[in-house]
T-cell receptor
Framework: DAKTTQPTSMDCAEGRAANLPCNHS???????VYWYRQIHSQGPQYIIH?????ETNEMASLIITEDRKSSTLILPHATLRDTAVYYC???????????WGAGTKLIIKP | DGGITQSPKYLFRKEGQNVTLSCEQN?????MYWYRQDPGQGLRLIYY???????QKGDIAEGYSVSREKKESFPLTVTSAQKNPTAFYLC????????????FGSGTRLTVV
């Protein structure tokens, strides 16, 4: 099964760190973990991806457990504009199909 | 600026009609994709194309058709055979094999009236 498991929804206070978990217990050794987000009625936006090591960019950090069975996306200082649905996915670079689940609806509260 | 353009933003179709959704990109990406999204759901792959004049069916290709005559263009036709076409349609493109390089259009919302 190529799917991932995410909580349906989460709340976070504005200015705090938002930590979004993802379970991918059957991930294979050459599959990456990808995160995208979708603001209402827009196209999804790429956030970050990783294979084994933790990754950080200007938007977020990605923490992958040593056994690679789960990961956490961290938005360090959440703003109201971060309210969106966040999708965690797994896939191989040589494959053209990502499996999109229902994602986590993140609501940032003032 | 480089990007991917979908048109129209909103489209209304009478039952029994075929409609074509446009998708154009100027990113020089090799691969292009069409997804369907229903309310509260994730994206489902309809068709994808890795190179010009070649395309593959995704998970829900029935009732849809595509063409890839130019690298920049990947139009999607929703045929009358698609029984439940009302949905949000998203086009995306990427460099060959690069999921981190997915760029999405702003989508077309199709409604059957």
């Amino acid at each position: 099964d190529a799917k991932t498991t995410q909580p349906t929804s989460m709340d976070c206070a504005e200015g705090r760190a938002a930590n979004l978990p993802c379970n991918h217990s059957t991930i294979s050794g050459n599959e990456y973990v990808y995160w995208y987000r979708q603001i209402h009625s827009q196209g999804p936006q790429y956030i970050i991806h990783g294979l084994k090591n933790n990754e950080t960019n200007e938007m977020a950090s990605l923490i992958i457990t040593e056994d690679r069975k789960s990961s956490t996306l961290i938005l360090p200082h959440a703003t109201l504009r971060d309210t969106a649905v966040y999708y965690c996915m797994r896939g191989m670079d040589s494959n053209y199909q990502l499996i999109w689940g229902a994602g986590t609806k993140l609501i940032i509260k003032p | 600026d480089g990007g991917i353009t979908q048109s129209p933003k909103y489209l209304f179709r009478k039952e029994g009609q075929n409609v074509t959704l446009s998708c154009e990109q100027n990113l020089n990406h090799d691969a292009m994709y069409w997804y369907r999204q229903d309310p509260g759901q994730g994206l489902r792959l309809i068709y994808y194309s890795q190179i010009v004049n070649d395309f593959q069916k995704g998970d829900i290709a029935e009732g849809y058709s595509v063409s890839r005559e130019k690298k920049e263009s990947f139009p999607l036709t929703v045929t009358s055979a698609q029984k439940n076409p009302t949905a949000f349609y998203l086009c995306a493109s990427s460099m060959t094999g690069g999921f981190y390089g997915y760029t999405f259009g702003s989508g077309t919302r199709l409604t059957v009236v």
